[in-house]
């Protein structure tokens, strides 16, 4: 996979509030977009269910690479169980509630 060299990356509150970030990628100029280069959707409050909005994916699901932060202890399905703290993750776009859809990262953000 190719680096990618970014001609401009703000950072901070300036990363936050710019809307698109221009780069060079195998020698073809590309665009990004703050939520392109920034998979970490936030934390997530959910007990029953993996999240259904807030993502990068159309309509605002989640795609391949989102992350989250759960602040609460999650059990899906009665036998999966992912602590308070645990980083989860999107394998594929719209994961929807399947559990094999979902990465779990022991280690926080």
Known sequence: MAQKKFSQLPTGSAFMAASWIAGVEGGVSVKYSPDQVNPFRGDYAGTTSFPTTGGRYAGGVPAAGDRWRLTAELVINGTDFYS??????????????????????????
């Open 84 to 109: 308070a703290g645990t980083i989860i993750e999107a394998a594929i776009n719209t994961p929807g509630q399947t559990t094999g859809n979902w990465i779990k990262h022991a280690t926080q953000l």
